[in-house]
């Protein structure tokens, strides 16, 4: 019932591509290091832990900034994030990075064509910017695009939205200098591997990696002091994100048993939210539960330390790993377009 939507929807999108590829629309180049880490789905394929990967794999060596537009937020227009920073003014995401980066520049601006100049200009040592979700951001050509796209939903199986999760075309993929396979299952074979690969028909010079996610000791959402998660424990998972399938398929195998309170995608949580979790949690009647949140939720937490400072509220860290030893490999295509810019890096 709904492919008539997701086709005039797809119209609408191969028009706007179109223009763009002729340049009738324009998309400008800046001659300076930009990263861009994006999709085609309506979210869930893990683009934040990959701008949290490539800032733990370049901080050490470069000055870097991420640019974010700030989704959700309540303020608009262009700013940098300082120590008084909230979410509700730069979004959930880039006070993430703010808070676990503290050496990088986190700016947030609806219009990236605008805010480079601008973020260049307050911070003149910057020496790569890495944009978040940007691929469709056309305005903007960056010079290296990291795609990414879950393995249990392929781009190449999936519909434009209201049919699908698709918000550009399968054909959009071509412009991506690297495509990401994400969330993929630990044990994923060679032949699995080249299957996919072959299904993703890649481009001449277009190179594929594949990831699967790995989740770290549990930190308190206040105190930051870890915990390790035992097969004993009850959760409350507290978990208001695009995609928790990863998040509950590693309770399942790792814990007792778990309830989820589940919240719509970048929820703005509120007083009554609070006594709801605490009511769920107050009912589980294990003596060993506590309540688990993922990162993003937990930077919509922190405001609310009053009402949860009393209880055992953790917040799981996520990070990507690469498949089939690729790290180099990775790092080695990063570098080499780093130093197309700054050749005595």
């Keep these: 019932m709904l492919l008539p939507f997701s086709l005039i929807y797809g119209i609408i999108v191969f028009v706007r591509n179109w223009l763009f590829d002729r340049n009738y629309l324009k ?24 701008v949290e990967y490539l800032i733990r794999m370049l901080r050490n060596d470069y000055v870097l900034a991420t640019l974010s537009r700030g989704y959700k937020r309540k303020t608009r227009g262009f700013g940098i994030a300082n120590e008084n920073t909230t979410a509700l003014e ?13 050496g990088v520049t986190v700016a947030v601006g609806e219009e990236r064509l605008v805010a480079i100049p601008q973020l260049l200009h307050e911070k003149p040592a910057t020496e790569i910017i890495i944009l ?7 305005t903007i050509r960056a010079g ?41 299952r630990p044990n994923l074979t060679g032949a699995d591997k080249e299957m996919i690969v072959k299904e993703l ?18 930190y308190h959402l206040f105190s930051k002091k870890t915990i390790l998660l035992t097969a004993a ?28 309170l589940r919240f719509p995608d ?12 605490k009511k769920q949690f107050e009912k589980m009647a294990s003596l060993n539960k506590i309540i688990l949140t993922t990162e993003k939720d937990g930077v919509r937490l922190q405001k609310f330390e009053n009402e949860l400072k009393d209880f055992p509220i953790y917040v799981m860290p996520i990070e990507h790993s690469f498949l089939f030893n690729d790290t180099d490999r990775f790092y080695k295509q990063l570098r080499n377009f780093i130093v197309s810019f700054v050749p005595s890096a």
């Design 233 to 260: 424990m009850e959760i409350l998972l507290v978990c208001g994100i695009a995609d928790p399938s990863a998040l509950k398929e590693f309770l399942t195998q790792n814990v007792q048993s778990y309830i989820m």
């Design 132 to 138: 978040d979700d940007a691929f469709q951001h056309r």
């Design 90 to 102: 730069i979004g959930d995401e880039p006070m993430q990075f703010h808070l676990k980066f503290p």
């Design 144 to 184: 290296l695009n990291i795609l990414l796209t879950d393995q249990k939903n392929l781009y190449t199986r999936d519909l434009l939205v209201p049919a699908g999760d698709l918000r550009d075309s399968r054909q959009s993929a071509k412009r991506a200098e690297i495509i990401v396979v994400t969330k993929c």
């Design 201 to 218: 028909d890649l481009n001449p010079g277009q190179t594929v990696f594949f990831s699967e996610i790995l989740y770290s000791d549990p």
């Design 266 to 277: 970048h929820h703005v949580f509120s007083i009554d939210d609070m006594e709801e979790i």
């Design 27 to 50: 998309s400008a180049e800046f001659n300076f290091p930009i990263i861009c880490v994006g999709n085609l789905a309506v979210g869930g394929t893990g683009k934040t832990p990959m």
